[in-house]
């Protein structure tokens, strides 16, 4: 990793599955920031969160078939391959260490991942790391007074030129179009039979099916016919 290409936006998430919410945010976020690419770092076992629906392969594969021709969309592997617990301040270091200390480093996070910020592992690093850009997610708001809230305040930044300005340090506070869709939709649709076509790519869609994935292949009702 290098820091030819300015700044360094990663989309960090447990993509189980990757969805076109995930990825039209992530075209939106690479015009709106102005960067030649995101970098879609999948999380092991986010020990927080309840267990992922499906392997830490599984999941790497599907979103290497959704980005696959995408020149802007770059799948970063580096926690699914670490033998030990993913924690994004330790892969933030690791890519400060690779990129230098001059390099801006961005990573991405929706206000429903952002309100729990402060029971992340060594969440007051991250600042010093990389800058944060919030994007504002329906029905999930920050709380008043709340740690994340306040760190927004403190190190709000004024432009998104401020970030390629400087390597770490701010939190940017974006509203981008956001499509209602999560992969929790996406895997319950999938466990009752339902259809999840048009919520994942048609190849992501074909791949969970071959692969039986999230009770696919026990069900009709979400086949994909072509
Ligand atoms: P789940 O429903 O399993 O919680 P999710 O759809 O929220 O999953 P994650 O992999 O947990 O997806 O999210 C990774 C990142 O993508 C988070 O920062 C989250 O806020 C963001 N994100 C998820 N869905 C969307 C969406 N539809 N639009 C924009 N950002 C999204």
């Known amino acids: 990793m290098t820091c030819a290409e300015g ?7 447990t993509f189980d599955p990757v969805h076109h919410g995930h990825l039209r945010m ?5 015009e709106r920031l102005g960067v030649s690419s995101v970098h879609l770092m999948p999380s092991k076992a986010p020990p927080h969160r309840p267990q992922p629906g ?5 999941r790497l594969a599907l979103l290497a078939l959704a980005v696959n021709g995408e ?4 799948v970063d592997d580096r926690e699914l391959r670490r033998d030990s617990l993913s924690w994004t301040a330790d892969s933030l270091q690791q890519l400060r260490d690779e990129l230098g200390p ?16 402060d029971s992340w592992r060594d969440w ?19 709380a008043a007074g709340s740690a994340p809230s306040q760190l927004q305040q403190a190190r709000a930044a004024d432009s998104v030129e401020a970030l390629h300005r400087q390597p770490a340090g701010l939190v940017l506070s974006l509203a981008l179009p ?15 039979g339902r259809s999840a076509r048009y919520l994942v790519p048609d190849r992501v869609l074909q791949e969970i099916q071959a692969r039986g ?14």
């Open 213 to 226: 994935l999230y009770g696919s292949r026990s069900s009709s009702g979400g086949n994909l016919r072509q």
């Open 54 to 58: 499906a392997s830490a392969e599984e």
């Open 102 to 117: 001059a390099c801006p480093l961005a990573m991405v996070v929706g206000t429903d991942a952002f309100a729990g910020f």
């Open 178 to 192: 956001v499509l209602d869709i999560s992969a929790t939709m996406v895997r319950q649709r999938l466990a009752s």
């Open 71 to 74: 020149p802007g969309l770059q």
């Open 124 to 142: 007051q690093r991250i600042p010093e790391l990389a800058h944060i850009v919030v994007i504002r997610r329906l029905g999930a708001e920050l």
């Open 26 to 30: 992530a075209v939106e976020l690479k």
């Open 7 to 13: 700044l360094h936006l990663v989309f960090g998430g």
